[in-house]
C-alpha cells in the first residue's frame, strides 16, 4: 500500500538527508527573533523543546476537558513524540494550575475522598 521511505527520518532537507542539529537550532533562533520572541543580543529564550512541553501539556489537558482517559491515551502521545516508553513522555508533563484543578478532584476520589 505505502512505498518503504528512502530513510528512517521524519524531517528532512531538500536533500531527503536528516536535518543536522544546529541547522536545526540556528534556524529556530532566527526565526524566533523574526518573531519576536527574543532580540537578537539575547542569549536564552525559548527552546524547541519548550514548544513539545506546552504541546504535551495543552494535549493531556484537552483530554481531560473531553472526559478521555488519559493513561489509555498518553502511548499516543508517546507515539507522536517518538517516545519509545510512555514514561519518557511524563518528563514533557508539567503541573499548571489549570491542569493541577482538573486532576486533583480525580485524586481525591481514587485515594477515597469526596
Known amino acids: ?4 521511505p528512502k530513510n528512517i527520518f ?6 531527503d538527508e536528516q536535518l543536522k542539529k544546529d541547522a536545526v537550532h540556528d534556524t529556530f533562533i532566527k ?3 523574526q518573531i519576536g520572541l527574543r532580540k537578537k543580543t539575547d542569549h536564552h529564550g525559548p527552546r524547541i523543546q519548550d514548544f513539545r512541553h506546552t504541546f504535551s501539556v495543552r494535549t493531556i489537558f ?5 472526559g478521555l482517559d488519559v ?6 502521545l508517546s507515539t507522536y513524540l517518538g517516545h519509545t516508553l510512555p514514561s519518557y513522555t511524563y518528563w514533557y508533563l508539567t503541573g ?3 491542569l493541577l484543578r482538573l486532576t486533583s478532584p480525580r485524586l481525591e476520589r ?3 475522598g469526596k
Not at 521524519?10 to 536533500?15: G, S
Not at 484537552?62 to 473531553?66: A, I, L, M, N, V
Not at 493513561?71 to 499516543?76: A, G, K, M, R, V
Open 62 to 66: 484537552r483530554w481531560y476537558k473531553e
Open 31 to 33: 526565526l524566533s527573533v
Open 1 to 4: 500500500m505505502f512505498s518503504q
Open 71 to 76: 493513561n489509555l491515551h498518553i502511548p499516543l
Open 96 to 98: 499548571t494550575p489549570e
Open 10 to 15: 521524519f524531517f528532512v532537507n531538500d536533500r
Open 110 to 112: 481514587s485515594q477515597g
